[in-house]
């Protein structure tokens, strides 16, 4: 089974404290490295936890929050300085670029490596990868600013041939590839063997869903059903519901309601306020809720 | 004597390593604080080393390359968020301003506190915070961008009372101030009394001198004449030497000779290059011409 992990790199919401540090998450699929959000620090995080920032192709930005991007010049120029020249692909909300083209402008910085921007439309859900390996698709959130969310799903798998069978009945090499796509195999005699008994069906497609920064809302529900791992921000416990509210956030009471009525597998929270140095008792308040809650850990994996 | 010490926050080039952080200070003058750049992460390091940002009420910024200011919108936020309203004065390079304000306009920040913005000049020194107390210079360097160095020095010290002499001569209060700017005591009888024999003289005036980054010449070494503390960067080691000119730095036995030449009493290294993982080399190739260098070492106080 092909690899399908998330790594936190920073579990605070804007005011980092305790050693914690703002958004960032490194999602691991097939080797494949993709950056979800970039708060200040993100750099330095990555090479905390032993990741290769080269090997990052594709970096997705919620919004423009400082707690979110403000380490994106960083590794962005890190990235030339160590000599970056594969293309690299920025999803963000739109005046990132002018931010960026700014900034680079005035250190006289010009990326020896292609820098290609994707703008995310902040009042639709889009299609913005599309690879049979995987899909990511944006979708607005309901924040102060623009601000989106990220789902990623896995392409549909192939079936795992039954080798003993196979080797039974000498199907030829050529074969092989059409009975994993669920056709039939014919022998020379016309007798038909079906694929579906000399395969093993695919492992279902597996789902990752990110919803950070966010007040609760209904609009942004349907983009993240039934997926195998959540991670929804839960800045305050529920006591404070009213400032979250105020503030386009959410309590971890909220989180893990959402993850049980869109039918998450696992729930992932974060992006804890500053006022929380003991984490506990916005897992157990989740829990309430959702008993398959986790606390998202800086340096620690989740499976999706 | 009142306290006069520099904290490192960060002595890295441009792609952080080993742990290391981009470049920013601490000065404590007398329990005002000074923030001297403010590389990427420079928050986090303040909470680390239990710095309180809300006493920071001056910041000085040498260029705008990355990894000397990249840090500063993430710290004038959670100022922001932890509701500061004494004013802040910012100090650097004129379009700091446009860059701060394009960020601050696309997260809706609007400052709960006074930012007071005061361009430095680029081509030639200028006093730029003038107290009784403490005066700051900034000066010219020479970098691939603009960039100005920063003088910190002390202002003229008060003598000290001889307290034995003043109880038995019965000097009247009013007096005391006179006498410790020197001016002489005259008795009712007409008697005179030199200050100078009622008094020990002041501690010499204190200097600190900050140089990152640049490239070795001549321009700018009157204006860090007989510093206390000389903190000048060195990017690589001397056989690199043409690397360094190549990048506007300066090597770990230039900054020595540097040092030598200009009379300080002390030399701090810095901003070194991600090449050098341990850093002894840079250390002892500078002390080969000028034995009094420190490395600058991060969560370390120095004494001006």
């Known amino acids: 089974m092909s690899r399908f992990e998330v790594l936190i790199l920073g579990n605070s919401s804007a005011t980092p404290m305790y050693g914690r540090h703002p958004t960032s998450q490194v999602l691991n699929f097939n080797e494949q490295l993709f950056l979800i959000d970039c708060g200040e620090g993100t750099q330095m995080q990555l090479f905390r936890y032993g990741i290769r920032s080269t090997k990052i192709n594709h970096i997705f930005i919620s919004h423009l929050h400082g707690d979110h991007y403000l380490g994106l010049v960083g590794l962005l120029s890190s990235q030339h300085l160590v000599g970056r020249q594969a293309d690299l692909h920025l999803y963000g909300p739109a005046p990132l670029k002018e931010i960026l083209d700014l900034q680079f402008k005035h250190s006289d910085t010009r990326l020896r490596y292609a820098l290609i921007f994707h703008p995310t439309n902040e009042s639709q859900a889009e299609l913005i990868l599309d690879t049979p390996m995987l899909r990511v698709t944006s979708f ?12 990623f799903d896995e392409g549909k798998r192939a079936a795992s041939l039954k080798a003993d069978a196979i080797e039974r ?82 309590t971890s009471l909220e989180a893990g309601e959402v993850a049980k009525t869109m039918g998450a597998k696992k729930l992932l929270l974060g992006h804890y306020s500053a006022r929380y140095k003991d984490l506990q008792p916005l897992l157990q308040e989740s829990r309430t809720v959702f008993s398959n809650t986790e606390l998202s850990e800086e340096g620690k994996w989740f499976l999706v």
């Not at 950070?212 to 006591?239: N, Q, R």
């Open 140 to 151: 607005p959130l309901r924040h102060r600013i623009a601000c989106t969310g990220f789902r």
């Open 169 to 250: 009945l000498q199907i030829p090499t050529a074969y092989l590839k059409l009975l994993k796509k669920g056709i039939d195999y014919v022998a020379k005699d016309g007798t038909v063997f079906p694929a579906s008994e000399l395969t093993t069906p695919p492992p279902p497609a597996r789902s990752y869903a990110y919803c950070s920064d966010t007040v609760l809302s209904p609009d942004y529900l349907p983009y993240i059903a039934d997926v195998d791992l959540l991670y929804h921000e839960s800045t305050f416990m529920h006591d404070m519901v009213d400032r979250a509210k105020e503030t386009f956030h959410t």
